[in-house]
């Protein structure tokens, strides 16, 4: 991952975990059509984020809390 796109990453990361969002407002906030920059998408491939269908709602995953966790050592 490069610098930016960890940056970015990391942003998202935070921002979901401040309080719960659902899927329409993560996608209409972080969802782009830059395919340089695929923050949301790569997030999803990478499981850093979960999605319950059930709720709509989007949290953030062990894996993805695991790399904030990181990011603070």
């Given at each position: 991952m490069t610098e930016p796109t960890r940056a970015?990453?990391?942003?998202?990361?935070?921002?979901?975990s401040e309080?719960?969002?659902t899927y329409a407002e993560v996608l209409?906030?972080?969802?782009?059509?830059?395919?340089r920059l695929p923050i949301?998408?790569?997030?999803?491939?990478?499981?850093l984020v979960d999605?319950?269908?059930?709720?709509?709602i989007v949290s953030?995953?062990?894996?993805?809390?695991t790399l904030l966790r990181e990011r603070v050592s």
């Open positions: 970015l990453t990391l942003q998202l990361l935070e921002w979901i309080r719960p969002h209409e906030t972080w969802r782009t059509s830059c395919p949301w998408e790569e997030a999803c491939i990478d499981g999605y319950d269908p059930d709720s709509r953030v995953s062990a894996k993805g809390r």
